[in-house]
């Protein structure tokens, strides 16, 4: 897809040259028939040039493509935390690392900074040593979860986006309004913050 004006944009259905296929019905499926019929568009009309860069592709294919199949199945999962991508990344991908960064940085929106874990979770704050792969090198972050504006610094405070469906339930259907609540492993304090902000 791509903007050609203000209210329009081109769809590449197929990057097939060869105009005499194009031209027939058949070349199209019967749901892909119905639905350019039912939105009126012209299934012989004019023939546009459109640009594509590899930003266009999923990271998933993008990896396909530019890492050696030795490293494959790629990297493909990470944890965003405000501008941050965090990256657990395998042995066998840490020689293309600088890649992977540079690849996530140029296709994921709001990323503006890659890293990857270096070592294991230690320490009272549960932290963990950090390269940054890709992108600027600031690691403070402010994000939004249920309502609750938080700023912290990646480096400094443990910090799991995958629990935030834990912390709502628990604000939800666990904790009851002005109760006390001692949570050893609070990190930053998102979950006393919802609660603090919900139940009382």
């Known amino acids: 897809v791509q903007s050609y004006n203000k209210t329009h944009q081109l ?31 012209e299934l ?3 023939t546009f040039e459109i640009s594509l860069d590899y930003t266009n ?10 890492l050696p199949s030795e490293v494959h199945p790629s990297p493909t999962s990470y944890e965003q935390i405000g501008h941050v ?3 657990n990344l395998r042995a066998i991908h ?5 890649l992977i960064g540079d690849v996530l940085l140029n296709t994921l ?33 402010n994000l939004q979860e249920n ?25 939800k259907h666990v904790f009851q309004a002005n109760q006390t609540i001692a949570d050893v492993f609070c990190g930053i ?3 006393l913050l919802q609660a603090a902000k919900k139940l009382n």
């Open 57 to 66: 592709w999923t990271v998933a294919y993008i990896f396909q493509q530019v």
């Open 109 to 141: 929106p709001n990323i503006e900074t890659v890293i990857n874990k270096v070592g294991e979770v230690s320490g009272d704050y549960r932290t963990y040593e950090m390269e940054v792969l890709a992108g600027h090198k600031e690691t403070r972050v």
């Open 147 to 171: 309502g609750v504006k938080l700023q912290f610094d990646v480096k400094d405070v443990y910090w799991c986006s995958r629990l935030s469906g834990e912390r709502e339930y628990m604000v």
């Open 85 to 87: 991508a965090h990256l």
């Open 189 to 191: 304090g998102a979950q």
């Open 11 to 41: 769809i590449l259905c197929n990057n097939n040259n060869n105009k005499e296929e194009l031209k027939k019905e058949l070349y199209y499926s019967s749901e892909a028939l119905e639905l350019l019929q039912s939105l009126d568009v």
């Open 94 to 98: 840490l020689p293309h690392r600088k």
């Open 44 to 46: 012989n009309g004019p």
